[in-house]
């Protein structure tokens, strides 16, 4: 059983930066990829950035890429997500996830097995 731990979140103005963090109790072959998700109020929840674990291959919802960054420390079993020039728009609780190989899209929310309890990011303009 994989267990994730977020960490990071926090209030910031428009334009600014914060790195979220998320730490793996461990990862082993029978994980693929690591992705963040993100949901606001009475949305649903959205597909942010995902990396593949062994070969670092990244992905990132449109809305997001050239902002932020995922990256992963296999020694330290952590995934951080770097986020710059953020926008109120930004604003969510953001959650990590892990998939296990064959188990669909790192796009989707339904492939991953397992999640963080989520951290709050709030923008303000």
């Known amino acids: 059983q994989v267990q994730l731990v977020e960490s990071g979140g926090g209030l910031v103005q428009a334009g600014g930066s914060l790195r979220l963090s998320c730490a793996a109790s461990e990862l082993t072959f029978s994980i693929y990829a690591m992705g963040w998700f993100r949901q606001a109020p009475g949305k649903e929840r959205e597909f942010v950035a995902a990396i593949t674990w062994s070969s670092g291959i990244t992905h990132y919802a449109d809305s997001v890429k050239g902002r932020f960054t995922i990256s992963r420390d296999n020694a330290k079993n952590t995934v951080p997500l770097q986020m710059h020039s953020l926008k109120p728009e930004d604003t969510a609780v953001y959650y990590c996830?892990?998939?296990?190989?064959?188990?669909?899209?790192?796009?989707?929310?339904?492939?991953?097995?397992?999640w963080g309890q989520g951290t709050q990011v709030t923008v303000s303009s």
């Open positions: 996830a892990a998939v296990r190989p064959g188990y669909g899209s790192v796009r989707r929310s339904d492939s991953y097995s397992y």
